[in-house]
């Protein structure tokens, strides 16, 4: 059974950072063998994509969160990390960790993130 669970979230003031921790719990899921994706989602309206990382280490972003977000992956953690910079009142939502176990969704239960502006 594999268990995302996110970290880190809280409330900071504009152009402040945070970082965003996906670990997995059920001690059977390696980070480093998958694709790790970070979603958010604010109230009413659908979970976007904000960055990914593959087995490779290839990243990906949305154009909103390019050159101020950093994905990143510590395999002896076994974590997915989300650095987050410059943060803008417009990135306040609930961040998801994701990925796809044997073809079927997996998401943790998303942490909080608030930017006050």
């Known amino acids: 059974q594999v268990q995302l669970a996110e970290s880190g979230g809280g409330l900071v003031q504009a152009g402040g950072s945070l970082k965003l921790s996906c670990t997995e719990s059920?001690?059977?899921?390696?980070?480093?063998?998958?694709?790790i994706s970070w979603y958010r989602q604010t109230p009413g309206k659908q979970r976007d994509f904000v960055a990914s990382i593959n087995q490779v280490n290839s990243t990906n972003y949305a154009d909103s969160v390019k050159d101020r977000f950093t994905i990143s992956r510590d395999d002896v953690e076994n974590a997915v990390y989300l650095q987050m910079n410059s943060l803008k009142p417009e990135d306040t939502a609930v961040y998801y960790c994701?990925?796809?176990?044997?073809?079927?969704?997996?998401w943790g239960q998303g942490t909080q993130v608030t930017v006050s502006s």
């Open positions: 059920g001690g059977i899921f390696r980070f480093s063998f998958n694709t």
């Open positions: 994701h990925t796809i176990y044997f073809r079927k969704n997996k």
